[in-house]
């Protein structure tokens, strides 16, 4: 009788040990996620707990568009490993990865988190993006970005000072003080990427209603000569000033009454300028003008 006793003692015991284990088998993938290039690899860390080592791990999946169905092993470099790393062709799929988890006793955990790879956005910076503009004047604000993925993109520009629509790709901006837009730009998974727009204006203090927009400022880019023509009209000699967009005087030149001049540029460095057309009285043009080299 004792002996039988002891036996279904032990068989309880064995019993209680084993489940106790399997209670201790845990498994976590971690939380759901989109990968923008910063890391490419899933799983937990550590990814399984507990149970009786070694561990053995399965990853599944399934995805289908109209070039197929694909499992784990065409997203994963490997479908048995606890922190496996993302292929390229996961990008922009949101896949769901189920583990199955099992321990050297045959004990089972799972887990599962949904998973993007985002198409990652990089930006192309040719040059510094700004403009140069006159109090009045608008400008269409702009940056190069290069994105690895689907769209749609969506754009959030900031501050929303004096913009045509702040969610655009590239809106106007009519800002009376220099400033600098900032633009996030967001994926359709949801990476993101942050560019910005410097915008100088100049202070020149116009009522645009008073200038003279018959005088035209020509070639504009130019190298050595700008030309300035229809100044016939005026009454007073004519004096033009050419500042940096500083507001220095680079240029000062009086041509008196004529109808056309060619003024000579050549000592001026390549840049952003502006000249004003002024008589004795008041501006009677205002250009931005670019000097090349």
């Known amino acids: ?105 045959n004990n089972v955990a799972v887990d599962s988190s949904k998973v993007t790879m985002g198409p990652p956005v990089a930006v192309l910076l040719i040059t510094n993006p700004e403009d140069y503009i006159v109090v009045g004047d608008s400008v269409l604000l702009w940056h190069f970005i290069i994105t690895l993925g689907y769209s749609p993109l969506t754009y959030q520009w900031s501050p929303n000072y004096k913009l045509s629509d702040s969610t655009l790709e590239s809106p106007w901006a009519k800002p009376d003080t220099s400033t600098t837009y900032y ?48 100044l016939g009209q005026q009454k007073n000699d004519v004096t033009v000033e050419v500042r940096g967009v500083t507001g220095k005087l680079e240029l000062l030149k009086n041509i008196g009454l004529v109808d056309k001049v060619t003024i000579n540029t050549s000592q001026l460095p390549a840049g952003v300028y502006f000249v004003t057309v002024k008589d004795e009285q008041h501006i009677i043009a205002a250009k931005k003008w670019v000097k090349t080299e």
């Open 1 to 105: 009788m004792k002996t039988l006793v002891l036996k279904i003692t032990m068989v309880l015991i064995a019993t209680l040990s084993v489940n106790l284990i399997n209670a201790q088998l845990t498994v976590d993938v971690g939380n759901d996620t989109i990968y923008c290039g910063d890391s490419l690899q899933i799983g937990g860390a550590p990814t399984a707990t507990g149970g009786t080592p070694p561990y053995t791990y399965l990853w599944e999946t399934a995805y289908t568009d109209i070039s197929g169905s694909f499992s784990a092993s065409t997203f994963l470099d490997d479908s048995t490993i606890a922190n496996p790393s993302l292929l390229p062709l996961a990008f922009g799929k949101p896949l769901t990865f189920k583990l199955t988890v099992t321990d050297d006793l």
């Open 183 to 230: 633009c996030t730009t967001t994926t359709v998974s949801g990476c993101k990427v942050d560019t910005y727009f410097d915008v100088n204006v100049y202070p020149l203090a116009v009522n645009e209603n008073e200038l003279n927009k018959n005088i035209k400022l020509y070639p504009n880019p130019s190298f050595n000569n700008l030309v300035i023509e229809n």
